[in-house]
T-cell receptor, first 114, second 114 residues
Framework: NAGVMQNPRHLVRRRGQEARLRCSPM?????VYWYRQLPEEGLKFMVY????????ESGMPKERFSAEFPKEGPSILRIQQVVRGDSAAYFC????????????FGEGSWLTVV | DAKTTQPNSMESNEEEPVHLPCNHS???????IHWYRQLPSQGPEYVIH???SNVNNRMASLAIAEDRKSSTLILHRATLRDAAVYYC???????????????FGKGTKLSVKP
């Protein structure tokens, strides 16, 4: 997990609140991916972003979820009006610009909705 | 995308070698074989990848069958820290392109006994 920084590591939100998860990719990486892992389940792709662009959001739920990767600053995964089913581990990954570069993951952000 | 098949679980004794198999009979000529592992409560960790030739790095070795329809991840001396879920992944043909995400299956859960 070399260098992909995620925060917060743990987040507790009440139903209806908003959750913001941040991801700083490895230095020099301009491609970011978000994955979700529900309890006792596998990793599921959510969204793939490059700086200022969403490239593939085919794994994102249609409502309440959004992601951005601005020109400056970290990538943000935003979950509005959280529900208990959003409780999961959210992993960010990044890679460099050369096609086929290895993808490296962060340690994850664990969201608990109470 | 080419499909991979791995055993659900394997056991090993500490300090013994471990051979984790992966079948990918529908692999195409340009598919790389990637291995990641996920320790409990952590993000996926890149282990190794290869195309045709066997590969070695500080973590493991990857042995690829001559017909490329299967491969084996080799941990030369298992430690307790190697207990994890190991994923064999064949990134999509446009890996690194517009849909450059990794697709995780169920993987092999490796238990290491002291």
């Amino acid at each position: 997990n070399a260098g992909v920084m995620q925060n917060p590591r743990h987040l507790v939100r009440r139903r209806g609140q908003e959750a913001r998860l941040r991801c700083s990719p490895m230095k020099g990486h301009s491609h970011v991916y978000w994955y979700r892992q529900l309890p006792e389940e596998g990793l599921k792709f959510m969204v793939y972003l490059q700086k200022e662009n969403i490239i593939d959001e085919s794994g994102m739920p249609k409502e309440r979820f959004s992601a951005e990767f601005p020109k400056e600053g970290p990538s943000i995964l935003r979950i509005q009006q959280v529900v208990r089913g959003d409780s999961a581990a959210y992993f960010c990954a990044s890679r460099g610009s050369v096609r086929g570069n290895t993808i490296y993951f962060g340690e994850g952000s664990w969201l608990t909705v109470v | 995308d080419a499909k991979t098949t791995q055993p659900n679980s394997m056991e090993s004794n500490e300090e013994e070698p471990v051979h984790l198999p992966c079948n990918h009979s529908t692999i195409s000529g340009t598919d790389y074989i990637h291995w990641y592992r996920q320790l409990p409560s952590q993000g996926p960790e890149y282990v190794i990848h290869g195309l045709t030739s066997n590969v070695n790095n500080r973590m493991a070795s990857l042995a690829i069958a001559e017909d490329r329809k299967s491969s084996t991840l080799i941990l030369h001396r298992a430690t307790l820290r190697d207990a994890a879920v190991y994923y064999c992944i064949l990134p999509p043909l446009n890996y690194g392109g517009s849909q450059g995400n990794l697709i995780f299956g169920k993987g092999t859960k490796l238990s290491v006994k002291p």
